[in-house]
Nanobody, 124 residues
Framework: QVQLVESGGGLVQAGGSLRLSCAASGTIVSINTMGWYRQTPGKQRELVAA???????NYADSVKGRFTISRDNAKNTVYLQMNSLKPEDTAVYYC??????????????????WGQGTQVTVSS
């Protein structure tokens, strides 16, 4: 009942920038936390950045000072501005949302939702 759609990935050279976007839609009542995770083949998905509905943020140490997360609550959209990209930032980036939504029985439920992922590749 909730869908997350990412956009903005691509291939850039080291030192370049990308801006990722993720829009949530569906039977949404409210969204608490939204964030970005990333994953490479054979490795566990890791948190990159997260932001609450009130604007509190959390970043992985590896991206502090380079990445900035923001959100537009009215549009249920979260953004990740990535600057000074490094080859080790290469991964599939997944949008995450902690959502209060309505199920098929018209009940409010809490659920974790994920986007399909967008590829970010940083070349040397």
């Amino acid at each position: 009942q909730v869908q997350l759609v990412e956009s903005g990935g691509g291939l850039v050279q080291a030192g370049g920038s990308l801006r990722l976007s993720c829009a949530a839609s569906g039977t949404i009542v409210s969204i608490n936390t939204m964030g970005w995770y990333r994953q490479t083949p054979g490795k566990q998905r890791e948190l990159v950045a997260a932001i609450t509905s009130g604007g509190s943020t959390n970043y992985a140490d590896s991206v502090k000072g380079r990445f900035t997360i923001s959100r537009d609550n009215a549009k249920n959209t979260v953004y990740l501005q990535m600057n000074s990209l490094k080859p080790e930032d290469t991964a599939v980036y997944y949008c995450y949302a902690d959502v209060i939504n309505i199920d098929q029985g018209h009940l409010k439920i809490k659920g974790d939702y994920w986007g399909q992922g967008t590829q970010v590749t940083v070349s040397s």
